[in-house]
């Protein structure tokens, strides 16, 4: 079962160093990254900058659509109004299918903000006592997750994946 996990760092590098340690992890296989992004949201900017950071060519990785229309949703809907707010909440229906609830979008929405940083990945096979010591090596964060079960991690492989 794969796991969509996002840690929100209190400063504007924290996700990348985050994203250095599940690395450091992963070659030492106590941790499956099958995809990740970052968020950035530097201060004095109207909303943050987002980028993928695994190639979507590998196995398990999603596509950039599915990055895309999840930042979306969490973070650009409050700019764009009601008439797209409303189209944005007709797709979000969809999301339910994959496990990812609206409690989690607003969730999300509401901590990570100007001045902070973001790090969503997507991971399984997590040795989970040595994946917490490291991350308790790291920048004050909180990590907010949503499990997702076999059938909607394949229902959001099929719908975004390569």
């Known amino acids: 079962m794969a796991t969509l996990s996002v840690l929100r760092f209190e400063t504007a590098d924290g996700a990348e160093k985050g994203l250095e340690t599940v ?29 993928q950071l695994v190639n979507t060519s590998g196995a398990g990785a999603l596509s950039g659509a599915f990055w895309g229309m999840l930042f979306g949703m969490i973070f650009f809907v409050p700019f764009l109004g009601m008439a797209v707010g409303a189209a944005i909440g007709a797709m979000f229906s969809g999301f339910r299918d994959f496990g990812i609830s609206e409690s989690f979008v607003k969730d999300v929405r509401a901590k990570v903000t100007e001045g902070s940083s973001a790090l969503f990945l997507l991971t399984s096979n997590a040795v989970e006592d040595r994946v917490i010591d490291a991350f308790k090596k790291l920048p004050k964060f909180e990590l907010l997750s949503t499990s997702l079960s076999k059938e909607e991690e394949q229902k959001l492989r099929d719908a975004f994946g390569d």
């Not at 992890?25 to 900017?45: C, F, M, R, S, Y």
Request: proline share 7%; net charge positive.
């Open 23 to 51: 690395k450091e992890l992963q070659k030492e296989n106590l941790i499956q990254l099958h995809d990740a992004a970052i968020v950035t949201w530097p201060v004095g900017t109207r909303r943050p900058k987002t980028h």
